[in-house]
């Protein structure tokens, strides 16, 4: 958590996202992009008119984008969803740190339409992308080497063939041999 947003921590919930979009001179639509809801609904739920969310998805992505944890809302109940959190989210959030980027700040190097989607990457609902150019998009904002980024990359793609009923001991030399020539394409 921040500095500046450790001051919002009892604050109502409304309050909190208010103050935490006035902080970060961050448009409300821009917000209602980042967690995945209508300009009205942002608007709404600062002015007070409708009842703070209890959905857990929405609290995470209010949550992940204000750089909090959800349990400082007094609304967020814990979810029943799985929480996806492997290394390559962990790197991500590192990385971040390391560039000492807020949320936000990563956020808007994306395009509009990407930006729910890093949302709930970074929140761990979604994995990584298994897209190449996708993924060294999030990897060239950051300043991550292809080489560091491409051992998540294999892990995923290893796991859904796994996951989609490929016997990886039985086809081992024709998977080694396709991420050698995957390494071997990054590295050119």
């Given at each position: 958590?921040?500095?500046?947003?450790?001051?919002?921590?009892?604050?109502?919930?409304?309050?909190?996202?208010?103050?935490?979009?006035?902080?970060?001179?961050?448009?409300?639509?821009?917000?209602?992009?980042?967690?995945?809801?209508?300009?009205s609904y942002v608007y709404n739920l600062?002015?007070?008119?409708?009842?703070?969310?209890?959905?857990?998805?929405?609290?995470?992505?209010?949550?992940?984008?204000?750089?909090?944890?959800?349990?400082?809302?007094?609304?967020?109940?814990?979810?029943?969803?799985?929480?996806?959190?492997?290394?390559?989210?962990?790197?991500?959030?590192?990385?971040?740190?390391?560039?000492?980027?807020?949320?936000?700040?990563?956020?808007?190097?994306?395009?509009?339409?990407?930006?729910?989607?890093?949302?709930?990457?970074?929140?761990?609902?979604?994995?990584?992308?298994?897209?190449?150019?996708?993924?060294?998009?999030?990897?060239?904002?950051?300043?991550?080497?292809?080489?560091?980024?491409?051992?998540?990359?294999?892990?995923?793609?290893?796991?859904?063939?796994?996951?989609?009923?490929?016997?990886?001991?039985?086809?081992?030399?024709?998977?080694?041999?396709?991420?050698?020539?995957?390494?071997?394409?990054?590295?050119?």
């Amino acid at each position: 958590m921040t500095a500046q947003n450790k001051s919002i921590v009892n604050l109502k919930s409304s309050e909190k996202v208010a103050l935490f979009l006035e902080n970060n001179n961050l448009h409300k639509k821009d917000f209602a992009e980042m967690i995945g809801v209508t300009l009205s609904y942002v608007y709404n739920l600062i002015d007070n008119a409708i009842p703070f969310s209890t959905r857990s998805t929405t609290l995470e992505r209010i949550a992940t984008v204000m750089d909090i944890e959800p349990e400082e809302f007094d609304e967020y109940k814990i979810p029943q969803e799985p929480i996806l959190i492997d290394e390559s989210i962990d790197f991500l959030k590192e990385k971040l740190q390391e560039k000492k980027l807020s949320t936000v700040q990563f956020l808007k190097a994306f395009p509009r339409k990407k930006r729910l989607e890093i949302v709930d990457i970074l929140r761990g609902a979604t994995p990584i992308p298994l897209d190449w150019k996708e993924l060294t998009l999030i990897a060239q904002i950051l300043d991550i080497k292809k080489e560091d980024i491409y051992p998540f990359w294999e892990s995923r793609l290893r796991s859904l063939m796994q996951a989609a009923g490929v016997n990886m001991q039985a086809n081992a030399g024709l998977i080694n041999t396709m991420f050698d020539c995957a390494r071997e394409y990054i590295e050119s």
